[in-house]
C-alpha cells in the first residue's frame, strides 16, 4: 500500500506562486504513476498533471506553461510548482498514486486527503 500526504496550500494572491509536495509511504512509490487532481468549489476532481513512471508529464490545458510537476523517488515525494495563479486556480488538490497489480493486473489508485489552494485577487 501507498500512503499519501499532500502539503503546501494557502492562501495567495493572484499572480503569485505556491508548490505543493506529496509525500508518499508504504512500498513501491517508483512503479507508480503520480498525478495532481484538483476539485473546484461546486464542480467535479479533475486531472491537473500526470508523470509516469517512465516518460514524459502531461498538463491540462488550463495550466500549461504556468504549473510544473516532478518526482524524486529517492524521497517519494512528488512536486506541484503552480505560477502566475489566477482564481480559477482555487480548488482542493489532490495527490494520486496509480498502479498495476503484478498479480490480477487490475489497476488501482491511491488518494491523498487533499490540501486546499486559494488564490484571491
Known amino acids: 500500500q501507498v500512503q499519501l500526504v499532500e502539503s503546501g496550500g494557502g492562501l495567495v494572491q493572484a499572480g503569485g506562486s505556491l508548490r505543493l509536495s506529496c509525500a508518499a509511504s508504504?512500498?513501491?512509490?517508483?512503479?507508480?504513476?503520480m498525478g495532481w487532481y484538483r476539485r473546484p468549489p461546486g464542480k467535479q476532481r479533475e486531472l491537473v498533471a500526470t508523470i509516469p513512471r517512465v516518460g514524459t508529464t502531461n498538463y491540462a490545458d488550463s495550466v500549461k506553461g504556468r504549473f510544473t510537476m516532478s518526482r524524486d523517488n529517492a524521497k517519494n515525494t512528488v512536486y506541484l510548482q503552480m505560477n502566475s495563479l489566477k482564481p480559477e486556480d482555487t480548488a482542493v488538490y489532490y495527490c494520486?498514486?496509480?498502479?498495476?497489480?503484478?498479480?490480477?493486473?487490475?489497476?488501482?489508485?491511491?488518494w491523498g486527503q487533499g490540501t486546499q489552494v486559494t488564490v484571491w485577487v
Open positions: 494520486n498514486a496509480h498502479g498495476v497489480s503484478s498479480q490480477t493486473l487490475e489497476t488501482y489508485d491511491y
Open positions: 508504504g512500498s513501491g512509490f517508483s512503479r507508480h504513476d
